[in-house]
């Protein structure tokens, strides 16, 4: 009989499978690309009278873990987020808790000024709150806060 830890991966690997084939925005969730796992982490974009609001859902991140840049229309957020460590694991039960790299890509509608994009970034409670202000003039690359 298999252990179930090696149950459990091959469920999560079908689980992988399944959303590479049914996710059509991007990169699958929990897939495996080379050596590194790569997951794709659960995010709100929503427009207010004076700004964009991205809000990404990375708990168990750290502010330095992100790396947010604008190119053209699109704004790249990506990261990498570990296994929580726990001492003296043998094998999982369930494993749902994705980790690795990722990547998300969000396109910014016409009412954002691109040319000078001033962007709020804030990290808490496992959330990382992005915020383009409409017609700002500032810099690019802003760091996480």
């Given at each position: 009989m298999r252990d179930s830890q090696?149950?459990?991966?091959?469920?999560?690997?079908?689980?992988?499978?399944m959303n590479a084939m049914l996710d059509l925005s991007g990169l699958?969730?929990?897939c495996?690309?080379?050596e590194e796992r790569w997951w794709r982490p659960p995010a709100d974009m929503y427009e207010t009278k004076t700004s964009l609001i991205i809000l990404?859902?990375?708990a168990g991140m750290r502010k330095e873990d992100f790396n947010i840049v604008v190119e053209g229309r699109k704004l790249f957020v990506t990261g990498k987020r570990s296994e929580y460590p726990i001492e003296g694991k043998t094998a999982y039960h369930n494993w749902e808790i994705d980790n690795g790299q990722f990547e998300r890509t969000?396109?910014?509608p016409e009412s954002i000024d691109t040319e000078g994009i001033e962007a709020i970034?804030?990290?808490?409670n496992g959330y990382l709150l992005i915020k383009l202000p409409k017609g700002s003039k500032a810099s690019r690359d802003i760091p996480v806060e």
């Open positions: 090696e149950f459990y991966k091959d469920v999560r690997l079908v689980r992988e499978y699958p969730y929990g495996v690309v080379g990404i859902e990375v969000f396109c910014i970034y804030h990290y808490e």
